[in-house]
């Protein structure tokens, strides 16, 4: 079984079987891509949801934003031309390695036209996922410790930003060929209670965009997400920021890490750390 195969898979017993738009039993189960190709031991993973690498057949010319149905011809691969019987995969956001190895970069579950608000890229890097920067390499080479929430909220895993200690926290972000707008939403909350309302809590970014082919780009200049109010309390915040993917030093295809920082230089009223839950970087 090829990386990017189209199954059909059951849930209740681990099965997973190459489908065919030809009807039952060919096509009976939950769609699902296989991530990688068949090990010897016979055991695989698959994806039924987010993004995937499917694999299309050949002679196709796919575009970005195209609905990729499973195909009724070729077992186990898709199609951007829709067959009589319509089983919809996702909807295409990168076509980059169609040429040399029919996959197609798609969001599951999501067809051409219908899609949550154009939204071409959604997902949410928690604390305990983020990268921990930790040599020259990086703009800033200390990680940003992670610790488990003190409170109310002492069930989640927060990434702690000093307020004396420049440190760091990073993810990768592959942006879609079509992108052309950004959303940033996050959470944070003093870790211990200010005695006044603060309202110069600022988290800061940097991009790093890596050549296919060649070496990578330096380190962008820092980017604000603006500062924000944190009340007298440890409760997390939510915050949104949104622009242009040239506001934030990204370009359409590109494939960036995304350094993450805290502006230690503002006068705040934050008595220690900043403790960071997560990022939500939605691209349209």
């Known amino acids: 079984m090829a990386t990017g195969s189209i199954v059909r898979a059951s849930t209740g017993n681990n099965i997973a079987q190459i489908a065919l738009a030809t009807g039952a039993p060919d096509d009976t189960g939950v ?22 690498l499917v ?8 575009l970005v934003g195209e609905t990729v149905f499973l195909s009724a011809t070729v077992a186990g691969r898709g199609t951007n031309v829709a067959p009589t019987m319509q089983m919809m995969v996702g909807t295409i ?4 390695l169609y040429a040399a190895r029919s996959l197609v970069t798609i969001i599951m579950g999501t067809s051409s036209g219908v899609t949550d608000g154009g939204v071409l890229f959604d997902k949410t890097f928690f604390a305990d996922q983020l990268d921990l920067p930790n040599n020259a390499d990086w703009a800033v080479g200390v990680p940003a410790p992670t610790e488990t929430k003190g409170g ?12 004396s200690v420049l440190n760091a926290r990073s993810f990768p972000l592959i942006v879609p060929d079509a992108g052309a707008d950004i959303e940033l939403q996050y959470e944070i909350a003093a870790a211990a209670a200010p005695t006044a309302p603060d ?20 380190w962008s200049a820092v980017v604000s997400l603006g500062e924000q ?12 920021i949104s ?42």
């Not at 769609?31 to 995937?52: E, L, N, Q, Y």
């Not at 909220?153 to 307020?163: L, T, V």
């Not at 230690?264 to 934050?270: P, Q």
């Open 229 to 240: 109010s944190i009340a007298a309390n440890t409760f997390l915040n939510k915050f949104t």
């Open 199 to 218: 309202d110069q809590a600022e988290m800061q970014i940097q991009t790093k965009r890596y050549n296919d082919g060649a070496a990578p780009g330096a």
């Open 152 to 163: 109310t909220d002492d069930d989640i895993k927060i990434a702690a930003f000093s307020d």
């Open 243 to 284: 622009g242009t993917l040239a506001d934030f030093n990204l370009v359409a295809g590109g494939s960036y890490n995304i350094l993450i920082r805290r502006n230690i230089a503002v006068t705040d009223e934050l008595p220690g750390d900043l403790d960071f839950w997560y990022i939500r970087p939605i691209i349209t």
């Open 31 to 52: 769609v699902a891509v296989a991530r990688h190709a068949t090990p010897v031991d016979g055991r695989f993973s698959v994806s039924i949801g987010g993004i995937a």
């Open 93 to 96: 956001i990168s076509t980059a």
């Open 55 to 62: 694999l299309l057949e050949t002679g196709l010319t796919p």
